[in-house]
């Protein structure tokens, strides 16, 4: 490569790199965790036309130009569109949806999603809950993070507020996720599937199977939900 290659290499990377700022620019910009798969989509062909255009040594900077131009115009449109009707911004967007509505976890809701009980719960951990019984309500988002509100009793004011000694606090530890039994957990609790079992048909449940999950917490005892529970 001569030094014209590389005048022409940096002349091409700065224009496209001006271009693309200006395309942030003008349709707007969003948080990482904001991000949509249509945005995630927008980027990632914008970020292909300028690095495929750059190294073709065929492609001159106005072709440049006009493919930004012409994908961050059809970007501009489409937001604008989805901005004024409903049903296109659901299209392209997707809408929120109610995974856990009064304490229950809708089971349906989340196959729709694709997501399984692990996933809901590492999304939890990241709003500080530690267990499912705190949540009343969870709304998975379209950028795929997840909003909390939890029930009343979980947000009383904090021990320090009242001057009240503070207790031990215990980490949940779940003994079936999705019909699986954790016997390792089971065990770890001092307990054995037999107990596990007793409690199940306490509940009218008599297959693990038919578990959604199963979660102890020593200062709460055994929190329970049925995969075939339908939430109204």
Same mark, same amino acid.
């Given at each position: 490569?001569?030094?014209?290659? $590389?005048?022409?290499?940096?002349?091409?990377? +700065?224009?496209?790199?001006?271009?693309?700022?200006?395309? +942030?620019?003008? =349709?707007?910009?969003?948080?990482?965790?904001?991000? +949509?798969?249509?945005?995630?989509?927008?980027?990632?062909? @914008?970020?292909? @036309?300028?690095?495929?255009? =750059?190294?073709?040594?065929?492609? &001159?900077?106005?072709?440049? @130009?006009?493919?930004?131009?012409?994908?961050?115009?059809?970007?501009?449109? =489409?937001?604008?569109?989805?901005?004024? $009707?409903?049903?296109?911004?659901?299209?392209?967007?997707? /809408?929120?949806?109610?995974?856990?509505?009064?304490?229950?976890?809708?089971? /349906?809701?989340?196959?729709?999603?694709?997501?399984?009980? &692990?996933?809901?719960?590492?999304?939890?951990?990241?709003?500080?809950? $530690?267990?499912?019984?705190?949540?009343?309500?969870?709304?998975?988002?379209?950028?795929?993070?997840?909003?909390?509100?939890? *029930?009343?009793?979980?947000?009383?004011?904090?021990?320090?507020?009242? &001057?009240?000694?503070?207790?031990?606090?215990?980490?949940?530890?779940?003994?079936?996720?999705?019909?699986?039994?954790? =016997?390792? &957990? @089971?065990?770890?609790?001092?307990?054995?599937?037999?107990?596990?079992?007793?409690?199940?048909?306490?509940?009218?449940?008599?297959?693990?199977?038919?578990?959604?999950?199963?979660?102890?917490?020593?200062?709460?005892?055994?929190?329970?939900?049925? *995969?075939?529970?339908?939430? /109204?």
């Amino acid at each position: 490569m001569d030094i014209s290659s $590389f005048l022409h290499l940096t002349v091409e990377l +700065t224009i496209g790199f001006f271009a693309l700022l200006i395309i +942030t620019k003008i =349709i707007g910009q969003r948080q990482l965790n904001q991000i +949509t798969p249509f945005d995630f989509i927008s980027a990632l062909v @914008l970020g292909e @036309l300028l690095g495929n255009a =750059i190294y073709d040594p065929e492609v &001159n900077i106005l072709f440049i @130009l006009y493919a930004l131009s012409l994908w961050g115009f059809l970007i501009y449109v =489409i937001e604008k569109i989805t901005q004024k $009707f409903m049903k296109t911004r659901s299209f392209f967007e997707g /809408n929120p949806a109610l995974v856990i509505k009064n304490g229950q976890i809708d089971f /349906n809701e989340l196959k729709k999603q694709k997501i399984d009980i &692990n996933e809901l719960q590492s999304l939890l951990r990241t709003k500080d809950v $530690f267990s499912i019984r705190e949540v009343e309500y969870a709304i998975l988002e379209p950028s795929g993070s997840i909003s909390v509100l939890r *029930k009343s009793k979980y947000e009383n004011p904090k021990s320090e507020d009242l &001057n009240i000694p503070q207790k031990q606090v215990y980490l949940p530890v779940c003994f079936i996720l999705d019909g699986k039994l954790l =016997i390792d &957990n @089971l065990k770890s609790c001092g307990f054995d599937e037999n107990w596990l079992q007793k409690q199940l048909k306490s509940n009218n449940i008599n297959n693990i199977e038919d578990v959604l999950i199963a979660e102890w917490k020593k200062d709460e005892g055994l929190f329970i939900q049925k *995969k075939t529970l339908s939430v /109204n």
